[in-house]
């Protein structure tokens, strides 16, 4: 099924490619190593995903750092995805650190990816109070240490799925997912306007604002030995809010990989990367009911099983791993808007309640002062919760966004984005992928920038615009980066392996 294409011009001066190409690999056999490592934190933890804290009162499904690690001569990559709501940028460099250390793998070629998951650990002020060296705020509720233990766990992850490699063989394609579970949350309204989370009943609905991805991307890698299935890498564009409450939860990822080993096999590890679906969810807005996570999973899950039989073996799963570096216009703030937000924040500290989008807009421009300017770190800790970085604070006025792509073969692409991005430049990428597959995995590396929307979502507005840091057409060069690096990988296999 052919998407329409978006089209996308380049913007000079913004973009600043520092790509890296990795040499071709050796004529040696393909190895894969494949780990999981439980990440869920203990009780009383605060919860991702809402502008208002929620501390655990359990676990409805225990959270799991699942790793990938790709080795092929003197080639090397690395792949995580972790059940939480992002990676923050000061974990990716803690992790990176200690994995290249550990494997030699470069930290270039690791790459971080969280599900979006709402109801995993809001990790990040510990995060930044361990990487800063401060202690965490006076008045916040005493808790265990979590940080150290999650980088240790998605450490491990890695380092065990690397001692695992082993010679694997693949297959590969797409499924369609028929029944309906994603749905653009965006709509058009009659004063030309875009609003979030409507309901078609609303007589001042137009139509849908965009489209949806209904292509579930699959990657088996089975044993060379005995062809027995190692795990199941597959993407889907749907976010993860199926859930709520305040027990930890994979969301329907957990369903989708329980249905795979219900059908193809109790070992087999399933491994989800979030596709591009930063205006897409669950809520079918023709309707009051809301799709489970459960029901969710399990279509999902019959989908790809189904589809298993069908797919399309690699015969020369050739490694590559490439990356750039974009450097995406930031949004800016006037004086008044800034302390205003501070005001409000205050305000809302103290009880007072406050407009939904106020808050959101208010939130957004002191993590984006953070970004723009090397502020106080005290009170940068007193102010935030999420969104605290050091490693991109005072970036200026653009933000360094990492774009990686790994390619196995001809057939095989997985690209690696920041942020929330919109199905649309998911969909650009896909369309102008010249490999067979292409797998898009948002909410790579850097979840900071929040909402990556299209340049022309910014005129019609919505909560994702209110709540993105990046200026219009940042979007746009890292789907323009991700289509570069895929165009140089499948250039470089016109040249024999050396």
């Not at 694997?168 to 499924?175: E, F, R, Y």
């Not at 070992?267 to 009051?288: A, E, L, Q, Y």
Request: aromatic fraction near 6%.
């Amino acid at each position: 099924m052919k998407h329409r294409r978006l089209q996308i011009g380049l913007v000079f001066g913004i973009l600043f490619f520092a790509a890296t190409a990795s040499s071709l690999a050796d004529d040696e056999p393909l190895r894969v190593g494949v780990a999981t490592v439980e990440i869920t934190p203990g009780d009383n933890y605060p919860m991702s995903g809402y502008y208002h804290e929620r501390l655990s009162t359990g676990v409805k499904d225990p959270l799991q750092a699942k790793a990938l690690v790709f080795r092929q001569g003197n080639q090397a990559a690395a792949m995580v995805v972790c059940d939480l709501i992002g990676i923050a940028a000061d974990l990716t460099a803690a992790v990176r650190k200690q994995v290249s250390e550990k494997t030699g793998i470069p930290a270039e070629q690791i790459m971080l990816s969280g599900t979006h998951s709402h109801t995993g650990p809001d990790y990040m002020k510990e995060l930044f109070a361990l990487t800063t060296g401060r202690p965490i705020p006076k008045g916040t509720k005493p808790r265990d240490p979590y940080v150290p233990k999650l980088i240790d766990a998605i450490v491990s992850s890695i380092t065990q799925a690397d001692a695992a490699a082993g010679p694997v063989t693949l297959k590969t394609g797409t499924a369609q997912q028929e029944t309906p579970v994603s749905f653009n949350r965006r709509f058009l309204m009659k004063d030309g306007k875009v609003r979030t989370w409507m309901n078609l009943q609303n007589p001042d609905v137009v139509h849908a604002a965009g489209p949806i991805d209904p292509e579930i991307g699959l990657v088996v890698f089975q044993s060379a030995a005995d062809q027995s299935p190692l795990t199941i890498l597959s993407s889907f564009a749907l976010h993860l809010d199926t859930v709520g409450g305040t027990e930890f939860s994979a969301d329907y990822p957990f369903h989708l990989e329980r249905t795979i080993r219900e059908k193809l096999g109790t070992k087999t590890i399933s491994i989800f990367g979030t596709g591009c679906c930063g205006d897409i969810n669950h809520v079918d807005p023709s309707r009051p009911e809301r799709n489970k996570a459960d029901f969710i999973g399990a279509s999902l899950g019959t989908t790809i099983c189904n589809a298993v039989p069908q797919l399309t073996a690699v015969e020369s799963p050739r490694l590559q791993v490439r990356r750039a570096v974009v450097h995406a216009p930031l949004q800016n703030s006037t004086a008044e808007q800034l302390a205003a937000s501070k005001s409000l924040l205050h305000e809302i500290r103290g009880g007072k309640p406050a407009e939904f989008f106020a808050h959101v807009d208010a939130y957004k421009r002191l993590i984006l002062d953070g970004l723009r300017h090397s502020r106080d770190v005290d009170e940068s800790m007193e102010e935030l919760g999420w969104g605290l970085t050091s490693t991109l604070s005072g970036s200026g006025e653009t933000l360094p966004l990492e774009v990686q792509v790994i390619t196995l073969g001809r057939d095989v692409a997985i690209v690696a984005l920041p942020g929330e991005v919109f199905v649309e430049l998911g969909l650009a990428i896909k369309n102008a992928s010249p490999f067979r597959t292409t797998l898009v995995i948002e909410l790579s590396n850097v979840v900071e920038t929040i909402y990556i929307p299209t340049r022309y979502a910014y005129v019609g507005g919505g909560y994702e615009v209110v709540n993105s840091m990046l200026a219009p057409g940042g979007g746009e060069l890292l789907a323009e980066a991700a289509i570069a690096l895929l165009s140089e990988a499948a250039l470089e296999l016109q040249t024999p392996a050396k």
